[in-house]
């Protein structure tokens, strides 16, 4: 059920967006009613945008061939 009313929020989203793209007019309130209840509807699934440490000291930045590369130039 939870699947299906993202589907539909997600539809809707699209097609207020291809109105945009067309530059028909759009209600910009519903618009943002259906973007809002798509992105709660999609935490819910579990879809939710997680955070992770990107400045990690022991991460590599490129792997053996892109040393080589960098090596030669």
Do not use: I, W
Request: net charge positive; proline share 1%; charged share 30%.
């Amino acid at each position: 059920m939870l699947l299906r009313r993202a589907a539909t929020f997600a539809a809707l989203c699209e097609r207020d967006e291809a109105a945009l793209m067309k530059g028909d007019p759009v209600d910009e309130e519903g618009y943002r009613r259906n973007a809002t209840a798509l992105g709660a509807a999609l935490v819910k699934l579990g879809l939710a945008a997680k955070s992770r440490d990107v400045t990690k000291a022991q991460s590599k930045l490129y792997d053996a061939h892109a040393a080589a590369v960098l090596a030669d130039a």
